[in-house]
């Protein structure tokens, strides 16, 4: 292999041609253009630098006002909420002034009047008393036997069924006031006989019957007292004067 000077000598030629060209049409306007990049870049930073600062002077300039914004509201509520306490309490001392007036009105009157209501009860309640008593004691019976007699009629006069529900239930039992003599046990078991045979346990004690005899089971009850006789004309009577 021979080696040629001539051949080298153009190629070397040609290698710093390429150069220049390169150097002319590549390498210097590329140049350029970072340049230009960085400079631009440098003036956005600078920029956005600015731009924030600018922002956060804004911001805190907006937080002042703001502040001072609330810092006047909350006068505002204070002395608003100072007058409408001093104004409350302006009204309540009238209230309770004009309250303690009327009271004293309405004592002074319901003075006047207690004494007539009072009265007026007190007459209501005792005729209404001298009337149930009465309308009471001559309803019952002349003897104690009669209310066995009584019992007798009021379990007659019950509808067939509920009078079989009755005599079928469960702790069927006569209660009386106070304890039978025998005059009054064997009125009891004569007048219930039809119905209850020899059957018939001795009577449960219940003073509050005052006098009379009852019938009871576990599913229902004949009423037969004068305890019962009074609440049946008190509520009469009571119905009465509400009509009235």
Known sequence: MNFHWTTFAFQLVNV??????LQRFLFRPLADVIARRQAQTAAAVQATGEAKAQAET????ARAETQATLDARQQLLATAQAEAQARRTELLTQARAEAAR???????LAGQEAAGRER????????????????????????????????????????GAERQALLAGGHLHLVAPRPLADAEWQAARQ???????????????DPTLIAGLELY???GAVRNSLAHDLERIAEAMRDDSVTD
């Open 191 to 205: 007048a219930l006989a039809p119905w209850l045979g020899e059957a018939l346990p001795a009577p449960a004690m």
């Open 58 to 61: 804004a911001a805190l300039q």
């Open 16 to 21: 710093v041609v390429l150069l220049a060209i």
């Open 102 to 108: 009327v009271v004293a009105e309405g004592r002074a």
């Open 120 to 159: 007026h009860s007190w007459e209501h309640a005792r005729t209404l008393a001298v009337g149930i008593a009465t309308r009471a004691l001559v309803a019952q019976p002349a003897s104690a036997e009669g209310y066995a007699r009584r019992l007798a009629e009021a379990l007659q006069s019950l509808p």
């Open 217 to 219: 089971s576990d599913t």
